[in-house]
C-alpha cells in the first residue's frame, strides 16, 4: 500500500510539473506586462505617415553613456529606408539603411516547415505581432556627431551573395557629418557560421577629438498566444538573457523589464534575446567593460543590450568599435565556442548537471543510428539497463505486495475501522512474509530527476525540430498528428496498472485508473520524440515487471511448496494432485472414455 501511494504521488508530481511549466509560460505569453505608453511629441515633430502605431520616439531606445550623451534631432519610425539584402549559405538577411540594423533573418538551413521547405524561417523580423530586430550604434559626448539606429546610411551595394568558393562576404555602409566625421559600418558574414562579425569604423576628419562609445541591442514584442493552452505543446521561455562573471545565466522576463530597468557594468560576458530553438545573442571583444541594460520602450517593445566604454579618436585618426552578433540555432557545441556559458541558453534547467550528459549520450547515437527517433530509443534502453537493479527492486516489492494483496483485503474486512489493530497486523504480515512495504520507494525517487531532464533535452534540443523518424512521424518535435503514440502511451500505462497491486483505499484506486486517461490527454500534444521515449520506457518496463513478478509468484508457491514438504503433512496428497493435474494437461483423453476396445 505504501509503495502504491508512492507510486500515485510521484505520478502526480510529474503532472503537477508539467502542468506548472506550461501554465507560467502560458500565463507569460497571453498576458504579456503592459508597457509604458510613448512620451508625447511636441507640436511640430515630425513622424513618418502610416507609422504612429508603430513609432518609437528617438532617444527613448537609445542608450547613455557617461558623463552626458548626444540627442537625436528628429523622430523616425521603425524601417523607413532602403534594404540591403544579404545571402550567404545560411542566411537570408535584410539590413535597413536607417540605423544599419539587421532587419530580417531568414535562417536557410531551418525550414520554416516540412510544408514549406524551401522558406527559410524568420528569426529576426521588423512587422508583425513577433517582432525582433538586432540594432547597433554609436553616442557621442557633448552632443557630439553620431549615427545612432535613427541615422540614414549609404551603402555601397544594394544586392550582397556568397559566391561558390568565396568563404567571406563584407557588407560596408557608409554615414559622414557636415563636421568631417565618418563612419564605416561593416557587417562581415562566414561561410558556414552563425556568427556575424560587426565593425563600426570612426575617421575622424574633423579638426577635434571625437569621444564616444557604441551601443548594441536586441528590440522585441514578447509573442501572443493564438492557441490553447495544450495547443502548441510544451511552451518554453521566450526573452532577454544575461551572462555575467558572477551569474553564468540569468533570465530576465518581459515583465521583470517592465518592473524595473536594468543597469549594470560588466567586463566579459553577453546579452541576448532567446526563444524556443533559437536565439539572438550580441557578444563583445573579451576583457571588455560594458554596461548591460534593459529598457521598455512603449508600444509593447522591450530593450536588452550593452554600451561600450567612452573611446576617443584624435583628429585625423581613425577608431573601431568591433562587436560579434550570433543569430541562429541552439547548437550547444557552437554556442560554446562562441562566449563562455553561451550554451547555458539551451535551457535544460535545473537540472542541467543531468541533462548535459543525456544529451551527449543521445547525440553520440545518433551519430552510430543515424535517426533520432531511434536514438531516442536506444538511449531509452541504456537508460533502463542503467537502472535495471534500482527498477528490479522496485518491481520485487511490488510483486511481494502483489502476492499479499488477498490476505491484506482479509485484514482489512478482520479489523474494519480499527486502524491501529489493522496496522499491527499488517506489520505482523510484512515480517513474517520478510516483505517491506517501503522498498520500491528509493529506486522510484532516484529516477524522477533523471526523467525529468530527459523531458527538457527532448523538448529543447533544436536537432529533434523537423527531424523524421518513421512512418507517418516526419517531425519529432511537434505532436503525432495522428495520435497513435499518445494512445499507445496509454495502453501502457493501463496494463502497468494491472501489474501493480490495487490500492486497499478505493479512492486511491479510482486516482489511479484515471491517470492513463490524464496521461493520454495530456501527451496528445506533446512532441513526438517526447511521447516515444515514454512509450518505450513503459514497455520495457511492463516487460521486466512481468518477469519478476512471475518470478516471485513462482518463488513463492514453490517455498510454499518446499515447506509442506518438510513438515512431512499431506506431501503425498500435494504430490498426487500435481501428478494428475500434469497427466489431464500433457496426456491425450480417450475419444470414447465409456467405452473399451474389444
Known amino acids: 500500500m505504501?509503495?502504491?501511494?508512492?507510486?500515485?504521488?510521484?505520478?502526480?508530481?510529474?503532472?503537477?510539473f508539467l502542468l506548472w511549466q506550461n501554465w507560467l509560460e502560458f500565463q507569460a505569453l497571453k498576458h504579456p506586462p503592459p508597457a509604458p505608453p510613448v512620451a508625447t511629441m511636441s507640436a511640430g515633430t515630425a513622424t513618418a505617415t502610416g507609422a504612429a502605431a508603430s513609432a518609437v520616439v528617438p532617444g527613448q531606445d537609445v542608450p547613455t553613456v557617461a558623463p552626458a550623451a548626444g540627442t537625436i534631432p528628429s523622430p523616425q519610425a521603425l524601417g523607413g529606408g532602403?534594404?540591403?539584402?544579404?545571402?550567404?549559405?545560411?542566411?537570408?538577411?535584410?539590413?535597413?539603411?536607417?540605423?544599419?540594423?539587421?532587419r530580417r533573418v531568414g535562417l536557410r538551413t531551418y525550414p520554416d516547415s516540412i510544408q514549406r521547405p524551401d522558406q527559410p524561417f524568420q528569426l529576426l523580423k521588423d512587422s508583425g505581432a513577433d517582432l525582433f530586430i538586432a540594432q547597433s550604434g554609436l553616442v557621442a559626448l557633448n552632443n557630439g556627431p553620431a549615427p545612432t539606429h535613427y541615422a540614414t546610411f549609404v551603402p555601397e551595394q544594394t544586392e550582397y551573395r556568397l559566391a561558390d568558393g568565396q568563404d567571406t562576404l563584407e557588407v560596408r555602409l557608409n554615414w559622414a557629418d557636415p563636421s568631417g566625421v565618418k563612419v564605416i559600418k561593416t557587417y562581415t558574414f562566414r561561410r558556414g557560421s552563425f556568427l556575424v562579425e560587426l565593425n563600426q569604423r570612426v575617421e575622424n576628419g574633423g579638426s577635434s577629438d571625437w569621444q564616444g562609445g557604441q551601443y548594441r541591442q536586441f528590440q522585441r514584442v514578447p509573442p501572443k498566444v493564438t492557441s490553447s493552452f495544450f495547443g502548441s505543446g510544451v511552451i518554453t521561455y521566450t526573452g532577454a538573457v544575461i551572462s555575467t562573471p558572477e551569474q553564468r545565466y540569468e533570465k530576465i522576463s518581459f515583465d521583470d523589464i517592465a518592473k524595473q530597468e536594468l543597469n549594470q557594468p560588466v567586463k566579459d560576458g553577453w546579452v541576448a534575446m532567446i526563444q524556443h530553438y533559437f536565439l539572438g545573442a550580441w557578444v563583445p571583444n573579451p576583457g571588455e567593460a560594458e554596461d548591460f541594460y534593459t529598457k521598455a520602450v512603449g508600444n509593447n517593445r522591450y530593450l536588452v543590450g550593452m554600451r561600450g566604454a567612452v573611446q576617443t579618436v584624435p583628429a585625423g585618426a581613425?577608431?573601431?568599435?568591433?562587436?560579434?552578433?550570433?543569430?541562429?540555432?541552439?547548437?550547444?557545441?557552437?554556442?560554446?565556442?562562441v562566449a563562455p556559458n553561451l550554451q547555458l541558453t539551451v535551457d535544460y534547467g535545473v537540472l542541467t548537471i543531468i541533462a548535459e550528459p543525456l544529451f551527449w549520450l543521445l547525440k553520440a547515437i545518433h551519430a552510430i543510428v543515424g535517426n533520432w527517433g531511434w536514438a531516442i530509443i536506444f538511449l531509452t534502453i541504456l537508460i533502463k539497463l542503467a537502472f535495471y537493479k534500482l527498477s528490479e527492486t522496485s518491481y520485487r516489492s511490488m510483486a511481494?505486495?502483489?502476492r499479499l494483496a488477498p490476505e491484506l483485503a482479509r485484514l482489512k474486512e478482520l479489523y474494519g475501522d480499527d486502524k491501529q489493530k489493522m496496522n499491527e497486523a499488517m506489520m505482523g504480515l510484512y515480517k513474517k512474509e520478510k516483505v517491506n512495504p517501503l522498498g520500491g520507494c528509493l529506486p522510484i525517487l532516484v529516477q524522477i530527476p533523471v526523467f525529468i531532464a530527459l523531458y527538457w533535452v527532448l523538448v529543447e534540443s533544436v536537432q529533434l525540430r523537423q527531424a523524421p523518424f518513421m512512418?507517418?512521424?516526419?517531425?519529432?518535435?511537434?505532436?503525432?498528428?495522428?495520435?497513435?503514440?499518445?494512445?499507445?502511451?496509454?495502453?501502457?500505462m493501463f496494463v502497468q496498472q494491472k501489474l501493480s497491486p490495487a490500492p486497499p483505499d478505493p479512492v486511491q484506486a479510482k486516482v489511479m485508473m484515471a491517470l492513463p486517461i490524464v496521461f493520454t490527454f495530456m501527451f496528445l500534444w506533446f512532441p513526438a520524440?517526447?511521447?516515444?521515449?515514454?512509450?518505450?520506457?513503459?514497455?520495457?518496463?511492463?516487460?521486466?515487471?512481468?518477469?519478476?513478478?512471475?518470478?516471485?509468484?513462482?518463488?513463492?508457491?514453490?517455498?510454499a511448496l518446499k515447506a509442506k514438504a518438510g513438515s512431512g503433512a499431506g506431501f503425498g496428497e500435494q504430490a498426487k494432485k500435481l501428478l494428475t493435474n500434469w497427466a489431464k494437461k500433457v496426456l491425450p483423453e480417450p475419444k470414447n472414455p465409456g467405452k473399451r476396445k474389444k
Open 2 to 16: 505504501e509503495n502504491q501511494r508512492l507510486i500515485l504521488f510521484a505520478a502526480l508530481m510529474f503532472v503537477v
Open 82 to 102: 532602403q534594404r540591403v539584402r544579404v545571402t550567404t549559405d545560411l542566411f537570408e538577411a535584410e539590413i535597413d539603411t536607417v540605423g544599419g540594423d539587421l
Open 318 to 337: 581613425t577608431g573601431d568599435f568591433h562587436t560579434r552578433l550570433y543569430v541562429g540555432p541552439k547548437l550547444p557545441d557552437v554556442l560554446e565556442k
Open 400 to 402: 511481494n505486495m502483489r
Open 471 to 492: 512512418l507517418w512521424i516526419h517531425d519529432m518535435a511537434i505532436p503525432d498528428p495522428y495520435y497513435v503514440l499518445p494512445l499507445i502511451m496509454g495502453v501502457t
Open 529 to 559: 520524440g517526447l511521447v516515444l521515449y515514454w512509450v518505450v520506457n513503459n514497455i520495457l518496463s511492463i516487460a521486466q515487471q512481468w518477469v519478476i513478478t512471475k518470478r516471485v509468484e513462482s518463488g513463492a508457491d514453490a517455498a
